[in-house]
Antibody, heavy 123, light 109 residues
Framework: QVQLQESGPGLVKPSETLSLTCTVSGGSISSYYWSWIRQPPGKGLEWIGY???????NYNPSLKSRVTISVDTSKNQFSLKLSSVTAADTAVYYC?????????????????WGQGTLVTVSS | EIVLTQSPATLSLSPGERATLSCRAS??????LAWYQQKPGQAPRLLIY???NRATGIPARFSGSGSGTDFTLTISSLEPEDFAVYYC???????????FGPGTKVDIK
């Protein structure tokens, strides 16, 4: 079955760019939608954005000006860049796959998820 | 933007009791609602999709119901491993934006 694994620096300085990669194993990245979701310590979940394997993207309006999600199908990976970070961006960052049905229509729920990676913004 | 509200914020129950969790949407989401369980230090796990369908491997004691703006997750008889935080989530059609509720913590009484 498909498994996802996040990787990247655990510490980022304020005003710099947070960069994370999600590696997909056990299946192809093609034909699916892939999302980034974050969770500040002790708080709830916030969807950041998604990318389709073809490269089309959609972002949370609240983060849109600072977010870029890209895909590398040759490596079965997709990546997140979040610019101009502040302490408010400290969170566990998850990557997740959106389920698509047999007609390749995205259905709006996430399964599976990666285990998550904590990124702390601090000088 | 569709806002999801969950109640109660915390539910204190004993093993074997029935848990009833509520999720309300600020506008109709039809049946496009999912429920997740999250334990400390773990990623969320999909429990229910399309409001009432159990995900693969989810025990029958978990059930979902509702449509439109009001949804319920029921755990018929709490097992020790069910004490966790539960989130509801929806995706709006256009623009396709995903939102989560604030969560309900089910803890041991």
């Amino acid at each position: 079955q498909v498994q996802l694994q996040e990787s990247g620096p655990g510490l980022v300085k304020p005003s710099e760019t947070l960069s994370l990669t999600c590696t997909v194993s056990g299946g192809s990245i093609s034909s699916y939608y892939w999302s980034w979701i974050r969770q500040p310590p002790g708080k709830g979940l916030e969807w950041i954005g998604y990318i389709y394997y073809s490269g089309s993207t959609n972002y949370n309006p609240s983060l849109k000006s600072r977010v870029t999600i890209s895909v590398d199908t040759s490596k079965n990976q997709f990546s997140l860049k979040l610019s101009s970070v502040t302490a408010a961006d400290t969170a566990v960052y998850y990557c997740a796959k959106e389920y698509v049905d047999t007609a390749m229509v995205p259905r709006g729920w996430f399964d599976p998820w990666g285990q998550g990676t904590l990124v702390t913004v601090s000088s | 933007e569709i806002v999801l509200t969950q109640s109660p914020a915390t539910l204190s129950l004993s093993p074997g009791e029935r848990a009833t969790l509520s999720c309300r949407a600020s506008q109709s989401v039809s049946s496009y609602l999912a429920w997740y369980q999250q334990k400390p230090g773990q990623a969320p796990r999909l429990l229910i999709y399309d409001a009432s369908n159990r995900a693969t491997g989810i025990p029958a004691r978990f059930s979902g119901s509702g449509s439109g703006t009001d949804f319920t997750l029921t755990i018929s008889s709490l097992e020790p491993e069910d004490f966790a935080v539960y989130y509801c989530q929806q995706r709006s059609n256009w623009p396709p934006v995903f939102t989560f509720g604030p969560g309900t913590k089910v803890d041991i009484k």
